[in-house]
């Protein structure tokens, strides 16, 4: 296997094919009639996941830094140009969304009777969105593909969306735009001002900005760049309390929209801090004042999105809140800066991914029955639809993180490895496993256990075939990353190693002190 | 049997739930099939872990044998084996495990026979003993947590196992919220060992905490501390009992085998595992014995006032893991340990023979459609005559329970009073643990016959014509009972003291002497000898037998009226009927705020109000004001336009020229 993908030359073109065959295949499925164009966009997703699946092999992820780099200049008087790599951190943001998308575009087969071809179409522009913003080492092509994101999910919402669609997409796109645009701005400012310094010499590249990130001048500019980063970022993640476009984005979003939300685009908040935000202004961001911000707003995020999703009569929302809170562990984790923590903080946000994808997809496929989302117009369906409240306990009980199941792998590590730092923060926020049991079980109770007390209730049909296979491989994602989480903890050690590395400022082994290759080569 | 079959303990019952829970799915009445699974795979378990036992019981080793399956979880210096550890500790943990929940999964055959949710139920036990056995073979702490938390999974599932009552759902949640209150404690004490000790594997902390740590240090006191929460969580302790009673609302098997026999005695576990830590804190250890004491006093206290079967024998259990606390917190780790084994064995024969009995009364109000309340003693009396075989063995437990020699309560029991009297040397607190456990002693032996006394004495109460319906339970329901009752007669004989006739002959006690030495070189037990002993022991069998006889007194003197008859508690009893307003009081003081707080001020007036209100749609209102300001200032009229730009000018010029 390993022999036959060296011989076409793998390593060489998986990441260009991609970011084009989505692109390229969303035109064809755009102009295919509504039945063709939804089973194309199944086929392109699953030949997508299928070219992807080897990178599991082929990264060497041990270096820790990117691999599969790929510089061909762009707008060169700009020094701008499209440079692509990956290593285990983006390997593993790669593969999850690879892996979601036609689990999205399988579980829409039913929910979409309107205007196909473009929905479809837009999973896939999307889908080149995410893959570009985990690859893209060139801080112009980043920024496209960070906005490229934002109009299919815009339109996604605002076309395919509920009842209050056009504001909840007016805000997640005002909202998100608002931040990115600062962090555009932040990142001329740091090209120009190394242009300055670097002899006049132009350049969007990654590595290049990351070895101008320390000179004096950044310095001093420094607090406000990083600024700049930090809400862009904030509000993707969503730190409280940048959070509020989420649960209306979540509750009006299709269900694949809310998955894609969920699992892949709030990862984008906190990959942002650990590849750039942090690794370019590591003094600013672990200056006292800031820790102690942004660690009290990840505590605050735990237990406040808690407490809050534990209050919300739509179950839609319930689950928003409880991102709020689960990216909050993946907050702390990030900046402990320990290997635990790091790590966990990067199993909490695959995990995330696939328990609350997973969720998200549970809800759909009952809305798509009962046409409600109120967790008190259910009751007592675990008689009626016992697969269905099966499979929603299983994912449930991840969520809560039941050791055995993902969620436990990363919010243990986090909080492990922040210890440590963070006592008092950390102790706080152990208390949210407490909160998280309270809210995810009462819905639980509400929805499927109880008296089957609505005579509305009493005929909904089980799960069919092709809804469990949408559910099927996140479940044993979910089994298999709380049992043997190892191989996929492995692969991203080094990478976070790197990560701590840089934001302690310490020289990486076996390097220069500006780690200006890659880019340069 | 080589201890490297030791995962076949746990994939048996693993493979027994797969099967059962496929059925549950897919043939929910292949009844047949899973009473032979569900009990088969059970049995087949004990067998290999009696092979196992056998092969080490001429050898015993010196250090655990730890069998590593797969490496789990991995980041930087935390390395997390999913590994096994056979060891004299764990042996009996797995053999008091697959013992009893083989009999419980038998007699589960007979009491859950009509229960249409038969496969379901069997799936769920079998899931419970692969937990359980994770539990208590896990070789480190985050191991053994995955049983920890899983145990607590599948009584959340089985207590709410009739989910279509409200109640029990009810019950099953809180049990699952309350447990995880406790492990917070866990986690936190996890994360302070990590980082002070540098591993969480069982061996490395008995081997490099005395270095590691300060005797007596805070450190070792807190780490104790947040795992005696833990503790508290899943024994149900003082302030986190409160879940256990309503945990009754499951059935009666699962009552048996999860809340008496196993799960919630894992606390009891715990310590005895980490016994090195708690030898090092002192402090820690008088907690543990205090709230130990005190939970035992407390809790059967409320027992003297319960009318639901089942609720007697609920708080009697709470009572019952306050003296294995009271036992391990006076660094008796043996004497807790012991009393966790005679006591699964009486309070399995307990809850199992309650079953029997509910079983009957069930089936005799289900005949007539009586809709009276099968649990409540003031609805039976005079069921010896019915029901003979559940009558004696309940009455032998009842001597265990209450501490009658030689019946197996009375040996673990005594030598645990006496290791407290014993520490009240060093530290006089210990004097008034005893004592409250002496008192506790003779609650227990009242309100335990004071449940014989209801239920099988006097007159019956049941009704003309449903006594006609009441018989005793099936051979597969009575088997099992006698073969608990027989080890609840002869279980003393595991570690019987000194004095007694066989001589100095300790079995239980140098079995655990590998592992629990450490701790006992730390923090010696002083067992008082001589006139002291058997002064000691001649009170704790005069309390017994005052309190049997009084209990039997006092039920019997006045007439008991029917449940629906019975008239209203007054004074002090309508505390303890209601159990201390307890749940009441948290309800009110922690439940409910909460609550309200998270929908009243965090949803509506800071999320809804504040951030997103003011702060988000604010800053857009904002923006359109101003945009609206703009638009009308381009009004086409040219006289404002003049108006505008000259007051412009004038204000420019005026700051030019100062």
């Known amino acids: 296997m390993v022999n036959f993908l060296a011989s076409v030359n793998y390593t060489g073109w998986i990441l260009h094919v991609l970011l084009a065959l989505p692109l390229v295949g969303s035109v064809a499925v755009f102009l295919s009639p509504a039945a063709l164009a939804k089973r194309l966009a199944l086929v392109l997703t699953i030949v997508e996941f299928l070219l992807s699946a080897p990178l599991w092999f082929m990264v060497n992820t041990a270096s820790g830094t990117m691999e599969l780099v790929a510089t061909i200049p762009w707008i060169p008087q700009w020094g701008i140009s499209y440079a692509v790599g990956i290593d285990g951190i983006s390997l593993m943001m790669v593969l999850l969304t690879t892996m979601l998308m036609p689990l999205c575009v399988l579980g829409s087969f039913s929910y979409i009777t309107h205007r196909e071809p473009g929905y479809y179409a837009l999973l896939l522009v999307l889908t080149t969105g995410m893959i570009g913003v985990f690859v893209a080492i060139d801080m112009f092509l980043f920024y496209v593909f960070w906005e490229v994101m934002l109009i299919p999910m815009y339109f996604l919402i605002g076309i395919w969306g509920g009842k209050n669609r056009l504001y909840a997409a007016l805000k997640f796109f005002i909202y998100t735009m608002a931040g990115s645009l600062l962090m555009l701005v932040a990142i001329i400012v740091m090209v120009r001002v190394a242009a300055v310094m670097g002899g006049g010499k132009v350049s969007f590249s990654y590595f290049h900005l990351l070895s101008y990130a320390q000179t004096p001048i950044m310095g001093r500019l420094a607090p406000w760049l990083f600024l700049a980063f930090f809400l862009a970022f904030a509000i993707k993640v969503p730190i409280f309390p940048f959070h509020t476009w989420l649960p209306d984005a979540h509750v009006e979003a299709p269900t694949a929209g809310s998955v894609i939300l969920a699992s892949v685009l709030l990862k984008m908040g906190t990959y942002g801090f650990l590849r750039f935000a942090v690794p370019f202004f590591p003094n600013i961001a672990f200056s006292s004042g800031v820790t102690a911000v942004v660690t009290a707003l990840a505590v605050i995020g735990i237990v406040y999105g808690a407490l809050v999703a534990m209050v919300q009569p739509d179950i839609k929302k319930l689950v928003a809140y409880s991102s709020v809170s689960h990216l909050g562990f993946a907050m702390l984790g990030i900046w402990a800066a320990s290997v635990q923590g790091v790590q966990g903080a990067l199993m909490v946000m695959i995990g995330h991914g696939f328990s609350t994808g997973a969720l998200f997809f549970l809800i759909g496929m009952i809305y798509e029955r009962r046409h409600t989302r109120e967790i008190d117009a259910y009751g007592g369906i675990a008689r009626v639809v016992p697969i269905f409240s099966l499979i929603l306990t299983v994912v449930a009980l991840a969520s809560i993180g039941l050791p055995g199941l993902n969620g436990f792998v990363g919010e243990f590590l986090v909080l492990i490895g922040s210890f440590k730092q963070f006592p008092i923060a950390t102790g706080i926020a152990t208390t949210g496993v407490i909160f998280a049991a309270a809210y995810l079980l009462w819905a639980l109770q509400r929805m499927i256990f109880n008296k089957l007390d609505k005579p509305e209730n009493e005929a909904i049909p089980d799960l069919t075939r092709r809804e469990l296979i949408v559910l099927v491989p996140l479940l044993i994602g979910i089994v298999w990353m709380g049992l043997y989480p190892k191989p996929v903890l492995d692969r991203m050690e080094p990478a976070a190693r790197r990560y701590i590395l840089t934001a302690k400022g310490l020289p990486i082994p076996g390097e220069a002190i500006t780690p200006t290759r890659g880019a340069a080569q | ?658």
């Open chain 2, 1 to 658: 049997m080589n201890p490297s079959w030791i995962w076949l303990t746990i994939a048996l019952p693993f493979a027994g739930f797969l099967v059962n829970g496929t059925l549950a799915l897919v043939k929910p009445d292949a009844k047949r099939v899973v009473s032979l699974v569900g009990p088969g795979v059970l049995l087949a378990a004990f067998g290999v872990a009696a092979a196992i036992f056998a092969g080490l019981w001429s050898q015993p080793p010196e250090e655990s044998i730890v069998v590593p399956l797969w490496a789990w979880i991995g980041a930087g210096a935390l390395e997390i084996n999913l590994a096994l550890q056979v060891d004299q500790l764990s042996l009996v943990m797995l053999l008091v495990v697959t013992g009893v929940g083989s009999l419980i999964h038998i007699f589960s055959v007979g009491y859950m026979h009509a229960d249409p949710g038969f496969a379901r139920f069997f799936a769920y036990l079998n899931l419970f003993v692969v937990f359980m056995l994770v539990l208590v073979l896990g070789s480190s702490l985050p191991v053994l947590f995955v049983g920890w938390e899983g145990v607590g999974l599948c009584s959340y599932l089985l207590i709410g196992f009739w989910y279509q009552e409200k109640a029990n759902a009810d019950a099953g949640k809180k049990a699952f919220i309350v447990n995880r209150i406790g492990d917070v404690g866990v986690m936190i004490a996890m994360f302070l060992i990590f980082w002070s000790i540098g591993s969480l594997e069982f061996t490395d902390i008995a081997k490099r905490a005395p270095e590691a740590l300060a005797v007596g240090g805070t450190l070792v006191t807190a780490i104790t501390l947040f795992l005696f929460l833990g503790c508290a969580g899943k024994s149900a302790q003082i302030p986190l009992y409160v879940w256990l009673p309503d945990a009754m609302a499951g059935p009666t098997p699962v009552s048996a085998l999860i809340h008496a026999a196993t799960m919630v005695t894992a606390g009891v576990y715990l310590v005895a595992r980490t016994s090195v830590l708690f030898a090092m804190a002192p402090v820690s250890s008088m907690v543990v014995a205090g709230v130990g004491a005190l939970t035992a006093l407390f809790a059967a206290s409320i027992g003297l006032r319960q009318y639901d079967i089942k609720k007697v024998l609920a708080y009697s259990t709470v009572s019952q893991l306050g003296y294995m606390f009271l036992g391990v917190g006076s660094a008796a780790f043996t004497a807790g340990v012991f009393h966790l084994v005679t006591h699964a064995f009486f309070k399995a024969l307990l809850f199992l023979g309650s079953g029997s009995v509910i079983h009957a009364m069930h089936h005799a109000y289900h005949a007539t459609h009586s809709h009276d309340d099968p649990q409540d003693m003031r609805n039976m009396g005079g069921l010896r005559k019915d029901m003979p075989v559940t009558f004696w063995l309940m009455l032998l437990a009842t001597f265990a329970i209450a501490g009658v020699p030689p019946f197996s309560g009375f040996f673990s029991k005594d030598e645990i009073l006496a290791s407290a009297f014993g520490r009240g040397a060093e530290h006089p607190i210990y004097y008034v643990f005893w004592a409250m456990g002496a008192v506790a002693a003779l609650m227990t032996a009242f309100y335990m016959m004071r449940l014989i006394a209801m239920t099988f004495f006097g007159e019956n109460r049941t009704g003309e014509k449903e006594r006609a319906h009441l018989h005793e339970a099936p051979a597969v329901m009575t088997g099992p009972l006698l073969i608990l009752g027989v080890l609840t007669v002869v279980g003393g004989a595991l570690n019987f003291p000194t004095f007694w006739l066989t001589g100095p002959h300790h079995g239980l006690e140098s079995w655990l002497e590998p592992v629990l030495a450490p701790a006992a070189k730390l923090m010696p037990v002083h067992l008082p000898h001589g006139a002291t002993e058997y002064a000691l022991i001649g009170a704790a069998v005069v309390i017994a037998l005052l309190g049997l006889t009084a209990g039997y007194r006092a039920t019997l003197s006045r007439k008991i009226p029917v449940a629906k008859d019975a008239p209203e508690e007054v004074g002090f009893a309508k505390v303890l009927f209601h159990k201390y307003y307890i749940d009441e009081i948290y309800q009110s003081l922690i439940v409910r705020p909460l609550v309200a707080l998270s929908r009243l001020v965090l949803w509506k007036v800071v999320d809804q109000g504040v951030i997103d209100g003011l702060g988000v749609n604010g800053s857009g209102g904002l923006a359109r004001g101003l945009g609206w300001l703009g638009g009308r200032l381009q009004s086409g009229q040219l006289g404002l336009y003049v108006l505008v730009f000259v007051v412009g000018a004038v204000w420019l010029l005026h700051a030019v020229v100062r």
